[in-house]
């Protein structure tokens, strides 16, 4: 009968050692590899000009484009042309400028105005 409990004794030990092995080992395997590249976040947004913007600049355009959003869903069409094409001509390097050149042709498209609907579109397109 001590040999079963000796074994028992055995396969109990031997169970911890290899239970912590793993989860130490598992530790030391997380996380990306040292040196590793950063992971691709994906295309950036297009913009109507190639070129550089300052922060300040930058910052500015973005405000013109979240009020430019708030106005259109708002129904305020006039106000959201006018504020992408700010955008679009003062800020075309901005990171948001593409999307307030397609934000200001669907402003221009649902206020019966497809000629400047189409004119924002064309201008868009590369």
Known sequence: MRAYFDSARMRIAS???VFTTLV???CQMAGPA???PAPDRGPLDPVVE???ISAGAEAQAA?????????FRAGRLA???ELTGTIVSEYPTA???GRALLLHARAAGDG???DAADAAAESGES
């Open 34 to 36: 040292p040196g590793a």
């Open 79 to 81: 106000e959201a042309r």
């Open 24 to 26: 130490l080992g598992a």
């Open 15 to 17: 169970g911890r050692f």
């Open 95 to 97: 990171p948001v400028s």
């Open 112 to 114: 019966g105005d497809a």
């Open 63 to 71: 405000s013109l484009f979240a009020r430019a959003q708030e106005a």
């Open 50 to 52: 190639a070129g550089t």
